[in-house]
C-alpha cells in the first residue's frame, strides 16, 4: 500500500473557518491519509509491543461550535477506544506533525504509571533521545523539550501525573510543517517508525 505524504492544503484546512466546513475538509482531504497510516502502523505496532493494536481516527463528534484546531490517528490495544489507554498518536496542527505516546487524562490508571515513571526517572530520562519533546497537555500545542530538561523537572513532571486528576503526559516529536511537506511517504513512515520505536519502551512501562 502506497503511504500517504501531506500538503501545505493539508496543513491549511486548519484555516478554515466553521464547524462543519472545516470538518468536511478533514474527511475529505486527511482522514483519508490518517486511516492509510491507521493500518500500516496498527499492524507494525502490533508487532513491535506484542499486543494487538486497533488504529482510532479521530471524529471529534463532541463538538458543537468550535472547529478542532488538530486531528489525529490514535493506537491502542482495544478496538472500542483509546483514551482510556496509554496509546499512540500521529496528527498534525496547522504548524506542524506531531507523533506520541500518550496517557490523558481518561486513563484510570494514569497514577499508577506515573509512579512507575518516577521510580524510573533516571532510566527513562537517558532513553528519551534529545530531538523529543514532552507535553502536559494534549489540547495545547506548546512543548517541553526532553534537552536540557534535569531529572527532577521529569520528576516533577511525573508527580503531578500522580495528583493532579486532569494530568496527562505524552512524548514523542513534532515535525515542522515546511519539513513535513517535503517527506515522501516512505520517508514519512520511516521517520515515524523510528520514534516509535523509542515510545514502545515508555508504552512497556505504562
Excluded at 1 to 26: C, H, N, W, Y
Excluded at 140 to 158: C, D, N, Q, R
Amino acid at each position: 500500500m502506497e503511504q500517504p505524504t501531506f500538503t501545505a492544503s493539508d496543513f491549511d484546512v486548519f484555516k478554515i473557518d466553521g464547524l462543519d466546513e472545516r470538518m468536511e475538509a478533514l474527511k475529505e482531504q486527511i482522514w483519508p491519509k490518517l486511516q492509510t497510516l491507521g493500518t500500516h502502523f496498527s499492524q507494525e505496532l502490533s508487532a513491535k509491543t506484542g499486543d494487538e493494536m486497533f488504529a482510532h481516527v479521530a471524529k471529534h463528534a463532541r463538538r458543537t461550535v468550535n472547529p478542532p484546531k488538530d486531528t489525529w490517528v490514535a493506537f491502542a490495544a482495544n478496538n472500542r477506544g483509546y483514551k482510556m489507554m496509554p496509546h499512540f498518536q500521529i496528527g498534525l496542527w496547522e504548524t506542524h506533525m506531531f507523533i506520541w505516546f500518550a496517557v490523558i487524562y481518561e486513563a484510570p490508571n494514569k497514577a499508577e504509571f506515573g509512579k512507575t515513571l518516577e521510580q524510573d526517572a533516571l532510566k527513562v530520562n537517558d532513553m528519551i533521545p534529545n530531538y523529543f519533546v514532552w507535553s502536559l497537555d494534549h489540547t495545547k500545542p506548546e512543548v517541553i523539550p526532553h534537552e536540557g530538561l534535569s531529572v527532577e523537572e521529569l520528576t516533577s513532571m511525573f508527580k503531578r501525573l500522580q495528583t493532579v486528576k486532569k494530568a496527562e503526559i505524552l512524548c514523542g516529536i513534532q515535525i515542522p510543517r515546511d519539513e513535513a511537506v517535503t517527506l515522501s511517504g516512505e520517508a514519512l513512515v520511516t521517520k515515524i517508525s523510528n520514534a516509535f520505536d523509542h515510545l514502545i519502551p515508555l508504552y512497556k512501562l505504562s
